[in-house]
């Protein structure tokens, strides 16, 4: 018999949830007959699938060693790069610039680099993050911007505040503001765009429509004009609903794609102006939260900028076209 302590970054998960993530050896079907066998105990009494963990409960595991075995202790995540550009920390949080060209997470084109890899490679360095002592538990991304989009990216660092930012982001109450430079002016200086964004999971694209289709979802998208000069402009933008490619997408079907964006932009006018790059960020996150936020209270009304967006500069020294 071993006995599992279920510590503070477990609580709140099922029972079953947090089996299959502590202990990956023990297939899912023998889990469940061992619950209903009562070889997996909660706190000395039978278990249920569905039970809500709290901190300090003990379970006790009348099963074979071979289940216990730890996966290998050289991390993945120990060949990313060390670089990280951090807006902010604390015990509970990062705020990172995710650069253009960095993926958030892995997909099947790269693996071992991407941001989450970094963050969790960072805090192991650190020594806040013990993969071999957290039992089901690892740092977090909370919100993802595009490969191509550079910007303001949140890391959770304990599971408390996950759970809470999952919720905030959810509720609307993490506002996130984006620069980028359009082709051409809009009409207005400033608006509210509305549309019904419809995404083809074949082609990895969205369609941006002016009524509701089947499997379409209502998107708002809020734009000011900052400055404009050489058939170009550069926006602030607010995203009142999230939506995948939702600026990019909403900015293009009004006629004013973003510079560089070849999935939705004009390629002739991006290879004109001899532009490859998204010239899109996420340059500022304001927390405004209008519910309790628990141990995130701290951060309400705060607001974290990237003081220097590489082609907002760029854009105000006229120099996009040098």
């Known amino acids: 018999m071993k006995t599992l302590l279920i510590g503070k970054n477990d609580s709140g998960q099922r029972l079953d ?3 299959q993530k502590s202990l990956p050896a023990l297939p899912p079907a023998l889990m469940y007959k061992y619950i209903r066998l009562k070889r997996i105990k909660l706190n000395g009494k039978r278990a249920e699938i569905s039970t809500r963990l709290r901190e300090s409960d003990m379970l006790e595991l009348y ?7 730890k996966p290998d202790t050289r991390y993945d995540f120990m060949s990313a790069s060390g670089k990280l550009d951090i807006v902010y920390e604390d015990e509970n949080i990062l705020l ?11 997909d099947d084109t790269e693996y071992r680099d991407t941001l989450i890899t970094r963050v969790k490679r960072y805090l192991f360095e650190k020594g806040e993050f013990d993969p071999g002592g957290e039992q089901s538990f690892a740092p977090s991304l909370v919100n993802r911007i595009d490969r191509n989009t550079c910007g ?6 304990n599971a408390e505040s996950l759970r809470i930012l999952n919720e905030k982001m959810k509720s609307r109450e993490l506002r996130k503001l984006y620069l980028c430079v359009i082709h051409g002016t809009p009409e207005k200086p400033a608006a509210t765009l509305t549309g019904w964004l419809f995404k083809d999971e074949n082609k990895n694209k969205v369609f941006v429509y002016p009524a509701a289709r089947d499997g379409s979802k ?3 998208t809020r734009y000011r004009v900052l400055d404009s000069f050489g058939g170009l402009s550069l926006l602030e933008v607010e ?5 995948t490619h939702q600026i990019r997408a909403h900015l293009a079907c009004i ?8 999935k939705y932009g004009k390629n002739a006018l991006n290879k004109a102006l001899g532009y490859k790059k ?3 960020c996420s340059y500022k996150l304001a927390f405004d939260f209008t519910s309790g936020a628990g141990a995130l209270a701290y951060l309400n009304g705060k607001e974290f900028e990237i003081s220097e967006v590489w082609f907002a500069e760029e854009f105000a020294n006229r120099k996009l076209f040098k």
């Open 17 to 19: 949830k947090f089996l």
């Open 63 to 69: 099963i074979g060693d071979e289940f216990f075995i």
């Open 96 to 106: 990172l610039n995710k650069k253009a060209g960095l993926l958030s997470h892995p």
């Open 152 to 157: 303001i990216v949140v890391a959770a660092k």
């Open 218 to 220: 209502e998107i708002r």
């Open 239 to 243: 995203l009142l609903t999230g939506r």
């Open 255 to 262: 006629g004013h794609p973003l510079l560089g964006d070849g």
């Open 278 to 280: 998204q010239f899109l």
